[in-house]
């Protein structure tokens, strides 16, 4: 069984700051890793992907892939109150299917 | 407007009365999935499909079934609906090789 772990938390953060989101996936095979924001009662929207070891930045959002350790990471600079949402990480086993295996998510707020 | 729409956003029904939630994109994209998401475990894919025609099982098939006679519709069927059905259903699409999913609004599923 494909598993992908999150933590579930709220993860509080004040206005400004960075927010660090992390998560574990169980595949080793897994080839592409997914982003997604989920606002309250919405459904979600992707921020990033990345495929490749090492970072991707795009804004204020940074995208880390360690496959070695099995661990994708997602970081909020400048953290606005308007980052507060469900943030879902997906892993797509292979890339020529579409399988993809969601975690739980991780609950962010964003204090003013 | 570019979009994914199901029908309907909510319904509440008994246990063993067969229901059809629908899912309409106009994107044209090739690839649609099903998932649902329950409290603590995320979204779980249900169905996928990569074409008219072509239906791949999930990670949560059991009791569902679909089909995808057009390009831009691809209905979820519970043929004998039961309580632990009861959740939120997102219906999504994608372009193959982008692999950014467009989600639909949801349906909110109650078995009784």
Known sequence: QKEVEQNSGPLSV?????????????????QSFFWYRQYSGKSPELIMFIYSNGDKEDGRFTAQLNKASQYVSLLIRDS??????????????DNYGQNFVFGPGTRLSVLP | EAQVTQNPRYLITVTGKKLTVT??????????????????????????????????????????????????????????????????????????????????????????
């Not at chain 1, 606005?80 to 086993?93: E, F, G, I, K, N």
């Not at chain 2, 072509?54 to 995808?68: A, F, I, L, Q």
């Open chain 2, 23 to 112: 899912c309409s994109q106009n994107m044209n994209h090739e690839y649609m999935s099903w998932y649902r998401q329950d409290p603590g475990l995320g979204l779980r894919q249900i169905y996928y499909s990569m074409n008219v025609e072509v239906t791949d099982k999930g990670d949560v098939p059991e009791g569902y079934k679909v089909s995808r006679k057009e390009k831009r519709n691809f209905p979820l069927i519970l043929e004998s609906p039961s309580p632990n059905q009861t959740s939120l259903y997102f219906c999504a699409s994608s372009l193959p090789a982008l692999n950014e999913q467009f989600f639909g609004p949801g349906t909110r599923l109650t078995v009784l």
């Open chain 1, 80 to 93: 606005q109150p308007s980052d507060s949402a469900t943030y879902l990480c997906a892993v797509q086993p």
């Open chain 1, 14 to 30: 004040p206005e400004g700051a960075i927010a660090s989101l992390n998560c574990t996936y169980s595949d080793r095979g897994s």
